[in-house]
């Protein structure tokens, strides 16, 4: 997060308000939530959590 200057409460926005979510290709246990961020200009953030622990893993998160 602080390597690629994403806020948590980007992740958490993403993660409560996606644009768009995406099954990962490779692991059905992974989610990807997609959220245009307006202070980045509107550049996509992606972050990838895992939706089966409790609370969901945030495996990784960057700007697309």
């Known amino acids: 997060m602080q390597k690629r200057k994403v806020l948590t409460e980007w992740i958490q926005l993403a993660l409560d308000e996606p644009d768009t979510t995406k099954p990962d ?6 989610i990807h939530a ?4 307006p ?3 509107f550049k ?19 700007f697309e």
């Open 39 to 41: 202070e980045r200009e």
């Open 25 to 30: 290709p490779e692991d059905p246990q992974l």
């Open 34 to 37: 997609l959220k245009g961020i």
């Open 44 to 62: 996509v953030l992606r972050v990838i959590y895992n939706e089966t622990t409790d609370p969901v893993t945030v495996v990784t998160v960057f």
